[in-house]
């Protein structure tokens, strides 16, 4: 039997707290989109799990359209481990050939994309699931990666199997959710010329879908902290110009390089503003200006 959470006073003047604090940016956004990748911390734990649900509700009935794109490594690797199917990856993409594509969009698309679904509905939402090969909502090409040979300095072409780019995003279906109450969850799949269906990195699939509409926020949920200085300082908003300064130092480095690349591509897509956020946060913070946020230019 399902337990219900009971609201005590202090909840109830947090929540009145958050609104009260976040109303004028509520209003400053209303009817604007706001492309939200969800991962790491925020979807690993249920009581933050739950939290996200409330925030992508909330800025549901405020007239806020949330639309979530969402990734799974952890669990996608989990699923392999338990069918004995061996992965590798290459620059922090998983190699993904035939058997493990299959694989890639059961979990994405199936357990993860409805279980979102449901902490969503639970919190007094109206939540669909689709992937990115529903209406053709991403088409996709394959993910070409090059590595020069450290002995011969002679490039190679990596071949990462079905791993993709997108090509084309198809807004239809989404904008058709923005004119109801329904808020889409986005597995990251993709679909070839040829049919063929691809694994596609959630923060570029989030970026991509962004930057064709035009969206008011690109946020990207992480597990850090946010985009850190060479003394490990959290930095609070960066220019593209800046972004690409730190990058080329390797202030910016590993895995937190193609989320700035992502935000850098939305930014320059007519993305009003990009924010990478811890996931272990209320995206509250997001209403205002906020840590992480690279600015358009």
């Not at 053709?136 to 990462?160: G, V």
């Amino acid at each position: 039997m399902k337990t219900k959470e009971v609201k005590t006073p202090d909840s109830w003047l947090k929540t009145a707290a958050t609104l009260s604090e976040a109303l004028p940016y509520m209003r400053e956004f209303a009817g604007e989109t706001f492309v939200i990748k969800y991962g790491g911390h925020a979807m690993g734990e249920q009581g933050l799990a739950r939290k996200f649900a409330e925030d992508i509700v909330l800025l549901k009935q405020v007239g806020i359209n949330p639309i979530v794109v969402h990734g799974g490594g952890p669990q996608i690797g989990k699923m392999l481990d338990r069918l004995k199917i061996q992965s590798s990856f290459i620059d922090g993409l998983r190699v993904t050939d035939a058997a493990t594509v299959e694989i890639v969009e059961m979990v994405l698309s199936g357990s993860i994309n409805k279980q979102i679904v449901s902490e969503i509905n639970a919190a007094g939402g109206i939540a669909v699931g689709i992937s990115g090969k529903d209406g053709h909502l991403i088409e996709a090409r394959k993910l070409r990666r090059t590595m020069r040979d450290p002995d011969s300095n002679i490039e190679k072409i990596l071949d990462l199997g079905f791993v993709g780019e997108p090509v084309t995003i198809n807004p239809t279906l989404l904008q058709e959710f923005s004119e109801s109450h329904i808020i889409p969850v986005i597995a990251p799949i993709g679909i070839g010329a040829e049919g063929e269906t691809y694994n596609i990195n959630a923060d570029t699939a989030a970026g991509a879908i962004a930057a064709a509409l035009g969206a008011a926020k690109l946020i990207i949920l992480t597990d850090v902290a946010g985009v850190l200085n060479k003394d490990k300082e959290l930095i609070s908003s960066l220019t593209i110009r800046e972004a690409r300064k730190l990058t080329k130092e390797g202030v910016i480095s590993g895995g937190m390089i193609p989320k700035i690349e992502t935000c850098i591509h939305a930014l320059e897509n007519d993305v009003e503003a990009a924010h990478i956020l811890d996931g272990r946060l209320r995206m509250s913070c997001c209403w205002k200006p906020s840590p992480n946020t690279v600015p358009a230019p």
